[in-house]
Nanobody, 117 residues
């Protein structure tokens, strides 16, 4: 089982980026997917989540209106588009897969996002 995040990096305030998480080794379409983030010295927090069918989404208040989560079940990939980035968005972003019926869950290794001028 693998969740491999990509797309992180250094971006200026006000900029945009798209994170991707490629899944393998499990039935991707049966899992709800989420993005979490953890800033230095802070607890890991939920950024956004999407149901297994891609029809239901949920966002943290801190990113609502600036972030869009989406998924492509054929490509076994979940995305997080973030716009109008702020320095407080700086964190390691983690991909998370969960199937509460089994139950089972997986974490990715994380990708660093740094928002700085």
């Amino acid at each position: 089982v693998q969740l491999v995040e990509s797309g992180g990096g250094l971006v200026q305030p006000g900029g945009s980026l798209r994170l991707s998480c490629a899944a393998s080794g499990f039935t991707f379409s049966s899992y709800a997917m989420s993005w979490y983030r953890q800033a230095p010295g802070k607890e890991r927090e939920l950024v956004a989540s999407i149901g297994n069918g891609g029809f239901s989404t949920n966002y943290a208040d801190s990113v609502k209106g600036r972030a869009t989560i989406s998924r492509d079940n054929a490509k076994k990939t979940v995305y997080l588009q973030m716009n109008s980035l702020k320095p407080e968005d700086t964190a390691v972003y983690y991909c998370y897969a969960v199937n509460r019926k089994i139950p089972n869950h997986y974490w990715g290794q994380g990708t660093q996002v740094t928002v700085s001028s």
